[in-house]
């Protein structure tokens, strides 16, 4: 931030001291007079604009301060992305150990756009932000429920509607194990601006959160000599974008950017850091009061084994460092099943399979 110096200012001289002669000193021309008091209105005004200028900037009225459209109002460059942390009251925060189901395979099903039934009764629901209707979102908020809206922000999907958008020079290899995907080049400004735009689509269905998927394409084989420098410039891109809307982000999985994302990001949400014995690295997110919502999925689920479960469900072995994480047991396709520690209830939501 720069402040604007006001220099000492040198007097003016109006004339030396006059002479006594023993007469009558003559006054000063009328011509005289007037070319004093222009130079003295000229001073004070110099002075005071100086002087306005300076506080002004000091009161941080610039373009650091963060409230300003910035470069976020472009194309989606780097500029102006990766140095405004986001991580304030202006969002909403979840807290630590807070109830959610997620489902992604299919939208959910609400009978007259009611959550009168809805199982199970939690707090927070993680759903396909293009594929449920903005009446499921209405409904949730209505009933005091939160909502995070999940799209692939590191991968290009065939079936998406805006697929068509993305410039073939920035698709990369395919996404091992799922077809129809491949990686984004995450530094691309044409991609930034497409991921605007489906912010900006989250914001006006209603989101409270955003879950972007697939920013750790550097730590697969993505065709596009992806870096993780290029994952934290995108996180932070993504976080700054989604907070213009004061909705929250999460990190999904990418463990190994957390200490350099933490103060942008909002919640975790993270899969098989159990079955992986990844969990103490994700717990960064609890020791910063921001929750971690961990899924597993279990070979055999939705037959899950009281083994399974227990190694799931505790905070040792596997497990350690997951210790008031929100844990789900789901199956892989993420549809309406679900499993929770602490009961031996299972629950299946109503999705529509049409």
């Not at 003295?40 to 200028?53: K, Q």
């Not at 689509?201 to 993780?228: F, H």
């Not at 008031?324 to 892989?332: L, N, Q, R, W």
Request: glycine share 10%; charged share 25%.
């Amino acid at each position: 931030m720069s402040t604007t110096e006001v220099g000492s200012t040198t007097g003016v001289m109006a004339g030396s001291k006059p002479v006594t002669t023993g007469t009558t000193k003559a006054g000063w021309p009328l011509w005289k007079k007037l070319t004093l008091v222009g130079v003295i209105l000229i001073v004070a005004i110099g002075l005071g604009v100086g002087l306005g200028v300076g506080l002004t900037r000091g009161n941080g009225d610039d373009d650091d301060s963060g409230s300003g459209d910035g470069d976020n109002s472009g194309d989606g460059d780097n500029s102006g992305d990766d140095d405004t942390n986001t991580n304030n009251t202006s969002v909403w925060q979840p807290a630590v150990g807070a109830s959610w189901q997620i489902i992604l395979k299919y939208p959910i099903s609400l009978d007259d756009d009611s959550t009168d039934g809805l199982a199970p009764n939690v707090s927070i629901w993680d759903l396909d932000l293009y594929d449920n209707d903005i009446s499921i979102f209405k409904a949730l908020s209505d009933a005091g429920k939160h909502v995070i809206c999940y799209f692939s922000a590191g991968s290009w999907e065939d079936w998406r509607d805006d697929a068509g958008d993305f410039a073939d020079a920035d698709l990369g290899k395919g996404l091992d194990g799922w077809e129809g995907e491949k990686w984004l080049n995450i530094s691309s400004p044409a991609v930034r601006k497409i991921m605007k735009k489906r912010i900006k689509y989250a914001s006006d269905k209603g989101c409270n959160a955003i879950d972007p998927d697939n920013v750790d394409g550097y730590q697969n084989e993505n065709g596009l000599s992806l870096t993780k420098e290029d994952t934290i410039s995108y996180v932070k891109f993504l976080s700054n974008e989604a907070a213009q809307y004061n909705m929250s982000t999460g990190l999904k999985n990418a463990g190994g950017i957390i200490s350099d994302v933490l103060d942008y990001v909002h919640f975790s949400v993270n899969e098989q850091c159990i079955e992986y014995s990844e969990c103490e690295t994700f717990s960064a997110f609890i020791d910063a009061d921001k929750p971690v919502f961990n899924i597993e999925y279990p070979s055999k689920a939705p037959k899950v084994s009281s083994s399974a479960k227990s190694e799931i469900c505790s905070t040792s072995g596997n497990a350690a460092g997951s210790n008031k994480f929100s844990k789900v047991i789901k199956k892989m396709i993420l549809d309406g099943w679900v499993e929770y520690c602490g009961t031996t209830k299972t629950y299946t939501t109503e999705v529509d399979k049409s």
